[in-house]
Every structure is written in structure tokens, then in C-alpha cells.
């Protein structure tokens, strides 16, 4: 193992990998045994590791660096090839699913990877490979166009981030200047941001179309791998989100005016939990890291080994700059079975919620690459990673006054009136990206005022203070999923009620719930969402009176403390 400053990364042998897909494919077709099939899928996947993992150091370092040309034009680049193999990925799927070994194949593996390659069958075709590579080349200058953008505040050049520490200010109109530069920086591109996006939902529609689907929604949610709920169920559940959420994040926005000492509670005021200013993180961000590893080898065996492992290989890329990509997120390197996290520091108490959320993502893709075989199992669906990630910034909760001093409490109260004060948000998204896509013609700003009435229905407290480009429903633009991972959101809510029910449970019994998780975590995704939800003794978040009983302790928590 060598760290991923030393990796080196050159350009995948894609002709290679087509020539061992399509041997490997005939081997199928004409094999005797279950051992010959065998033997064919895991030379594949070794291949395809390879590949993958250059793949991923590529994006790794575009992420990290959106001006450097060399990698901007190898994930273009890598784009189009993987959207070129997907006749090879096809015949490979299709010889598999249709072996007279398959039976085998589940009884030593379970079922799951067959799922999976069956709804890629659905959704991937050559029919598509024109949209899909054009999908990607807007995706890219979309990423270009947010990370490159910046503003001034206070005679400083600020990019998103820069103004985040700003907008917790406790002066309340540093807190609005920052807000209205923020709004300004999105105002200035949003025209570039429209037109990305309808050019988007315009392929995506099309795409859809071409595989046979009604709608791209329809077909989102199978290449979402959403094989155990469908969109009324996603409806239903957003409908438990307004009757219960809703109206406590009205009583909680309430009681946060009247600490805050002002009439009105503007949305430059949301992020702004106490008078006296928001908990800080205590240290640089190398003292930040090597706190997180003192409380990781204290929280488990298993934990302690994992971030030992990132610190000695240098697996992050945490501090914010200028040009880098957007967010957070954790990825794999499958021939190093290393995760790697990427984030952007900005000195507040969001920098610790990374070194806890993108960790619980990176620790489970630890576990699971070391005890399952098949690379494809190694992550679950998004609903179910989610709930790794959020519940680990529950877990994590006894070691903040390591990262906090004195106001460690404080953390956690803003930590719980976050975590419970977005999921209305998270369900708004996703309603969205079903208006949307119900009506691909809508123009940009048919799409601003549905957002703007989503907005007012899920979060009635939400007040722009008169801002023109806010108030006709700009908001949308500022979160990526829309653009880079349609139909990925509603997903954070469905985990935060899982997170929730462990939360609840750790203050009962600590040792069991963290059982719980870690059987969850080892589980990869070798099954389906639902089955998942059983081993991690979860409750089904669809379940009719689940929002209640997984938020009511959360709520009451929060209502007396707060």
C-alpha cells in the first residue's frame, strides 16, 4: 500500500478490458461448470478493478484541482469510454443473468448482484451512448462553472465555502451581507446553471424515452437500484415528513428567534443556533485528524484499525480552495481496498460532522472490502450508505469535547436541530426532481416557482428578507444532486430516520445498538434495502407511524434543551 499522493495514474487499458470482457463472456456462454463461471466473473472483476481504480484517482485529482486541465480532460476522457463499454458491460450482464449456473452463483453469493446487473440491462444501451456521453460533458462544465465561482465580501475573494464561516456569524448583518453575496454568487451563474440544466433534463428525458420508460423518473429509480419502493411509496413517506417534521421544525425555528433575540427569523439567521455564536472546532485541521483517530481507536477495535489506516496512507483531501469541487464525499480505490475522503474545510463546526459523516461512509467501504468478494457488494444502495454515514454522527457524540472544549453540549444540540431541521428540505428536493421530470419542457423559471411552492409547503418558516432572485425560487441551484445525481436525496431523509432510531437506542444501550450498526456496516450491500433495514434491526421508514416513533425522542429532546 503506498499513499495516494504516490499513486500513480495512467490512462486505463480499455482495449484490454474489452478483450477479457468479451473472452470472459463466450467462457460464460459455453461453460460446463460453475467453477468455469466462476473463474470467468472474478477475472473480469479484477480487470475492471484495475480500470476502476485509475478511473477514480483521476477524478480524485480533478476534484481536487477543476483547473487543472490534464485531469479535466482524462475524466472527459474516461467518460466517454466507459459510456462506449456499455455493449461489452451488456453482453457480459446478459450472458451472466442467463447462465444455467446462475443458481450457484446465488447460493455461494445471494442475489443481489443479479438485481443490480438486470436493472443495468434496463437502463444501459447502445441506443444511449450519444446522450450519456453529452450527459457527462455538461456534468463536467457544470462542476467547473460552481467550483470556479467566487464573490467579495469585505474587500476578500470568497468562494462558497469562504462564506459559510461568515453566515454563522453573530453580528447579524455580517450575516446578511454574507448571505446576499452567497445569493449573488448563484444569481451571477444561475443563467449558465439554467441552461446546463435543461440540456440535462432534455437528455435524460430523452434517454429514458429511447429505453422504453414513461418518464426518466421511472427510469431514475431503477438505475437508482430501487427495487423495494416505488414513487408512491416516496410520496407517502415525504406526506409522514409534513404531518410530523414540519410543524416541529416550526416550533423549533420559533424557539431559535426568540434565543436569537430577534422578530423575524430570516434565512440568513437558520444557521445561527446561539446568540453568543455557533460551537467551533478547536485546532488546526491536522489537530482535527488526529483527534478523530483518538476517538476512533477509542470508539472500537474495528474503527480504531480503519482510521489508522487513512492517517498512515494519507487518504483525505479535507481544506477548501479556490477551484476545487464542490461538497463531500468518499470514494474507492478497489485495488488498494482504500477508501478516500473529500471535503472542504471552513473553520466551522461542519468540518467535524466530515471527519464523522464521509468517515462512517469510508469506515463501512473498509469493512466490507475486506470480507466481501465481490466488488459490486462492497457499498449497498444510497439508502442504506446514508444510514452508515448518519449514524455515525450520532456514535461519535461522547468524543466532542475533544473537539470542543466546553461547548461540546452546544454541538450536539445544533448537530440535533440540523440533522432534524433538514429532512423537510431533503424531501423538497426530491419532489422537485419529480415535478421536473413529469414535465421536461418546464422552462427555468416555470422550475423557480415550483421550487419556491415546495419550498413554502415543506419549509413555511423559510424568509429570503426580500430577495429578489430567492424569492422567485433560485434556492434550487445551489445543491449539486440536482445536476450530477438526479433522484439522489430523498435518500439522506429515509437514513436520518434510521440514525434517529440508533441515536434512540444508543442512549439505552450503547453496546447493542452499536452491534447493530457494525452487522449493518458488514453487510455491505449483499442484500436489498428492506432486508438490510432487518439485519441493522431497523424500522422501515415507508411503515406508516415510523417518522414518529424514530423522530418523537429526538424532538422532545431538542425542545427541552434548546
Known amino acids: 500500500m503506498i499513499k495516494f499522493a504516490d499513486m500513480l495514474y495512467k490512462r486505463p487499458d480499455i482495449e484490454g478490458l474489452k478483450k477479457t470482457m468479451t473472452e470472459a463472456t463466450e467462457k460464460v456462454i459455453h461453460a460446463q461448470s460453475y467453477a468455469e463461471v466462476r473463474e470467468a466473473f472474478f477475472e473480469v472483476q479484477d480487470k475492471y478493478d484495475e480500470g476502476e481504480t485509475l478511473y477514480t484517482i483521476a477524478s480524485i485529482r480533478n476534484t481536487m484541482n477543476t483547473e487543472d486541465e490534464y485531469y479535466d480532460a482524462e475524466v472527459l476522457w474516461l467518460q466517454e469510454q466507459m459510456a462506449r463499454m456499455i455493449p461489452f458491460t451488456n453482453a457480459w450482464n446478459k450472458a451472466l443473468t442467463e447462465s444455467a449456473f446462475r443458481k450457484e452463483f446465488e447460493d455461494e453469493f445471494g442475489s443481489q448482484m443479479f438485481k443490480i446487473m438486470e436493472a443495468s440491462l434496463m437502463t444501459e444501451d447502445e441506443r444511449i451512448v450519444p446522450e450519456t456521453i453529452e450527459d457527462g460533458e455538461i456534468t463536467q462544465e457544470y462542476v467547473k462553472t460552481v467550483a470556479q465561482a467566487n464573490t467579495e465580501l469585505n474587500g476578500e475573494k470568497n468562494n462558497f465555502y469562504g462564506l459559510l464561516k461568515h453566515m454563522e456569524s453573530t453580528d447579524r448583518q455580517e450575516r446578511k451581507n454574507a448571505f446576499e453575496a452567497w445569493a449573488a454568487l448563484y444569481e451571477k451563474i444561475s443563467p449558465k446553471l439554467d441552461e446546463q440544466y435543461s440540456k440535462l433534463v432534455g437528455l435524460r428525458d430523452t434517454s429514458a424515452k429511447k429505453m422504453g420508460f414513461k418518464s426518466y423518473t421511472d427510469m431514475a429509480y431503477i438505475m437508482n437500484d430501487r427495487f423495494d419502493y416505488n414513487q408512491e411509496d416516496a410520496a407517502r413517506f415525504r406526506k409522514q415528513v409534513l404531518d410530523i417534521i414540519t410543524p416541529a421544525v416550526i416550533k423549533i425555528r420559533d424557539k431559535q428567534r426568540a434565543r436569537l433575540g430577534v422578530d423575524k427569523l430570516k434565512y440568513y439567521d437558520e444557521a445561527l443556533k446561539f446568540p453568543e455564536g455557533n460551537a467551533k472546532p478547536i485546532g488546526t485541521m491536522q489537530e482535527l485528524v488526529d483527534k478523530a483517530q483518538i476517538m476512533y481507536r477509542a470508539m472500537s477495535k474495528e474503527t480504531g484499525e480503519f482510521f489508522d489506516f487513512m492517517k498512515e496512507y494519507q487518504l483525505f483531501d479535507l481544506e477548501t480552495r479556490q477551484g476545487k469541487h464542490m461538497g463531500g464525499y468518499m470514494t474507492r480505490l478497489p485495488s488498494y481496498k482504500a477508501p478516500f475522503i473529500f471535503s472542504n474545510f471552513n473553520g466551522t463546526l461542519a468540518d467535524v460532522d466530515v471527519l464523522t459523516h464521509e468517515a462512517g461512509h469510508a469506515f463501512q467501504g473498509y469493512i466490507s472490502m475486506r470480507s466481501i468478494p465481490i466488488t459490486e457488494l462492497w457499498g449497498s444502495t444510497s439508502e442504506i ?159 406508516e407511524g415510523t417518522v414518529e416513533k424514530a423522530t418523537r425522542h429526538v424532538i422532545n429532546e431538542i425542545m427541552k434543551l434548546y
Open 385 to 543: 450508505n446514508e444510514v452508515h454515514s448518519m449514524s455515525m454522527e450520532h456514535f461519535a457524540y461522547p468524543w466532542m469535547e475533544s473537539f470542543f472544549g466546553p461547548n461540546a453540549e452546544k454541538y450536539r444540540i445544533t448537530h440535533l436541530v440540523a440533522a432534524t431541521c433538514t429532512i423537510p428540505y431533503l424531501v423538497s428536493v426530491d419532489e422537485f426532481q419529480h415535478r421536473v421530470y413529469a414535465d421536461p419542457k418546464m422552462d427555468a423559471m416555470e422550475r423557480r416557482r415550483v421550487w419556491r411552492e415546495i419550498e413554502q409547503k415543506y419549509m413555511p418558516w423559510r424568509d429570503y428578507d426580500g430577495n429578489a432572485f430567492l424569492e422567485e425560487g433560485g434556492f434550487w441551484m445551489q445543491k449539486q444532486h440536482i445536476f450530477l445525481y438526479p433522484f439522489y436525496y430523498i435518500e439522506y431523509a429515509l437514513a436520518q430516520i434510521c440514525a434517529f432510531q440508533y441515536y434512540g437506542r444508543m442512549k439505552e444501550d450503547r453496546s447493542a445498538a452499536w452491534e447493530d450498526y457494525l452487522r449493518l456496516c458488514k453487510a455491505g450491500g449483499t442484500k436489498g434495502y428492506f432486508e438490510l433495514l432487518g439485519i441493522g434491526n431497523l424500522l422501515n421508514p415507508f411503515k
